[in-house]
């Protein structure tokens, strides 16, 4: 009788999983590539990116922006409360940016070795942080403590 209970338990508990998964998740596959590494390394080439459209990578609340300039420049970003730059010359740029807010304007200056600047508006919009934290929930239930007191 504990077998036939315990494989019907199993039964409902396999099949019951299956309706708490998300549609999407059941019904996508992974991305699969006949592509070298070196060719799927070449779909991120930071080479066609500019200034006035570079590569912006957003995670949380942190922004990394990445772009390549025709010379050798100096590139600084700012806002209100965001000053970044960076110190070299140089063609690829790279700059991290945090905290940020859900909807940045930045303002984003590329500055040549012969001292000719160019500015461009950003826009960055990052994910809002959820209204309420949801806290999970621990509950005792009967199976743990039946378990209890045979232990």
């Keep these: 009788m504990k077998k036939r209970f315990y494989g019907f338990l199993l039964f409902i508990l396999f099949f019951s999983t299956s309706i708490h998964m998300p549609v999407n998740a059941a019904t996508t596959s992974p991305t699969t590539s006949d592509d070298?590494?070196?060719?799927f390394m070449e779909m991120f080439e930071?080479?066609?990116?500019?200034?006035?459209?570079?590569?912006?990578?957003?995670?949380?609340?942190?922004?990394?922006?990445?772009?390549t300039t025709d010379e050798d420049a100096k590139v600084s970003i700012r806002s209100g409360s965001i000053y970044v730059?960076?110190?070299?010359?140089?063609?690829d740029?790279?700059?991290?940016?945090?905290?940020?807010q859900e909807t940045?304007?930045?303002?984003?200056?590329?500055?040549?070795?012969?001292?000719?600047?160019?500015?461009?508006?950003?826009?960055?919009?990052?994910?809002?942080?959820?209204?309420?934290?949801?806290?999970?929930?621990i509950t005792e239930?009967?199976?743990s403590s039946s378990r209890r007191t045979h232990s």
Excluded at 85 to 91: A, G, P, Q
């Design 36 to 39: 070298s590494a070196n060719d």
């Design 46 to 67: 930071i080479d066609t990116y500019t200034a006035a459209n570079p590569y912006i990578l957003v995670s949380g609340n942190t922004a990394t922006i990445m772009f």
């Design 85 to 91: 730059k960076t110190t070299d010359y140089t063609r």
């Design 93 to 100: 740029q790279e700059l991290s940016i945090n905290p940020l």
């Design 104 to 137: 940045n304007q930045l303002i984003l200056t590329v500055t040549t070795k012969a001292s000719v600047s160019t500015s461009y508006p950003i826009t960055i919009k990052t994910t809002p942080e959820p209204k309420h934290k949801v806290v999970p929930r």
């Design 141 to 143: 239930t009967s199976l």
